[in-house]
Nanobody
Framework: QLQASGGGFVQAGGSLRLSCAAS????????MAWFRQAPGKDREFVAA????????YYGESVKALFTISGDNSKNTAYLQMGSLKPEDTAVYYC???????????????????WGQGTEVTVSS
């Protein structure tokens, strides 16, 4: 199971850190990702991190603004979001898959385990 937290309201230019706590599975052999879905829009890839090397992937719209990280001792992935804009408003979902499977880490269909989502609202 995945438990996402950390969402909330923030003004444009502000920061938030999302957390995704994993229970069960092998976190040290997992890829953890964040996707987001804004009202009326398709789900969008935000970032992923692949254990054990910690290789990171980012969506174009968040590169250099967001940072994904993982803490194996806590089985938790984080998404540090900076310079937030109103267009970052969305429900953010964390997801998990094995690091060694087939398919792109940017593709939501290859993630088998999903959290419940945490809502982020950025006001202008």
């Amino acid at each position: 199971q995945l438990q996402a937290s950390g969402g909330g309201f923030v003004q444009a230019g502000g920061s938030l850190r999302l957390s995704c706590a994993a229970s069960g599975g092998n976190f040290g052999a997992s890829a953890m990702a964040w996707f987001r879905q804004a009202p009326g829009k398709d789900r969008e890839f935000v970032a992923a991190i692949r254990a054990p090397a910690g290789i990171q992937y980012y969506g174009e719209s968040v590169k250099a603004l967001f940072t994904i990280s993982g803490d194996n001792s806590k089985n938790t992935a984080y998404l540090q979001m900076g310079s937030l804009k109103p267009e970052d408003t969305a429900v953010y979902y964390c997801a998990q898959r094995t690091s060694y499977g087939m398919g792109s880490y940017l593709d939501s269909s290859v993630y088998h385990n999903w959290g419940q989502g945490t809502e982020v609202t950025v006001s202008s």
